[in-house]
């Protein structure tokens, strides 16, 4: 696996298993790591092994967001058919989609920040595959997927869960607080073809699974919600779509929140109000 990062003070960096360098010292023709999600997506990005750099351990770096800004911030709700009945949802025949504004976007590292309590008593957080796109492209074929795909984040979503209840009209709102996003810090690009299937992600409060799942167990795979919405809309570099959580956990001022999602990496965050 390589690793598409940024510096806390937005340095590009490129990273393996055995630490990361600067973009620039594999790829000096790129500046930013937005530049270098094509080639992530094509699969022609350079190694660290053949950097101009030694490679620093990912311990001893800061990390900031892996893109200065994304692009298109979609989620998809109720993609596990165990979370719809959770939360008493007939399971949808089409991907139940919805966007968050940019301003929802907070660092790899939180922190999570609560609404005043009188807007809600009650946010979950839940831990998600997020897929970010490499290439511009529109009606792109379920198996065409890997050729638009720059790679993988682990992230995690909170919901105004109490909002939403009130209305289903409410969705939006109830997901846009500012820092109801966490990316992980750095996106996951695959050097060979990836079984996603095979993989978990987890929703950890506290150290504590509250919620566990397959990727197998999607109703809509990641392949499909791209090529769903590729024919809605042109997709393009830095467009990040959040695939769904197989289960929500409350969460509470002091809490520390952790989305892990296998092979691809892990984010936590601290949540306040």
Not at 58 to 75: Q, R, T, V
């Amino acid at each position: 696996m390589k690793y598409l990062a940024r510096t806390a003070t937005g340095d590009p960096l490129l990273g393996d298993d055995e630490g990361y360098v600067p973009l620039g010292a594999v790829e000096p023709d790129l500046g930013s790591v937005r530049e270098a999600l094509p080639r992530a997506a094509a699969g022609t990005l350079g190694d660290v092994a053949d950097a101009t750099a030694d490679p620093v351990p990912a311990a001893d770096i800061s990390f900031g967001a892996p893109l200065e800004s994304f692009g298109k911030l979609w989620g998809i709700g109720l993609n596990y058919a165990e979370h719809a009945g959770d939360l008493d949802e007939q399971r949808p025949d089409e991907p139940a989609s919805f966007m968050k504004p940019s301003s929802v976007l907070t660092g790899p590292s939180g922190p999570i920040r609560l609404p005043p309590e009188s807007q809600s008593e009650r946010v979950t957080a839940e831990a998600e595959l997020a897929v970010v796109m490499g290439r511009t492209c529109r009606n792109v074929e379920e198996a065409a997927f890997e050729d638009v795909v720059a790679g993988f984040l682990p992230v995690i979503d909170m919901t105004a869960e109490d909002v939403l209840q009130r209305n289903p009209r409410f969705l939006t709102r109830s997901k846009s607080y500012d820092t109801f996003l966490v990316p992980g810090a750095a996106l996951a690009v695959p050097e060979e073809p990836l079984d996603l299937d095979a993989l978990s992600v987890q929703t950890e409060v506290n150290g504590e699974i509250e919620a566990e799942n397959e990727i197998r167990n999607m109703l809509f795979p990641p392949s499909e919600i791209v090529s769903f919405h590729s024919d809605v809309m042109t997709l393009e570099p830095g467009d990040l779509f959040s695939t769904g959580t197989p289960g929500a956990a409350h969460i509470e001022p002091g809490d520390e929140v952790r989305a892990v999602v296998e092979s691809i990496g892990t984010v936590e965050a601290p949540v306040t109000r």
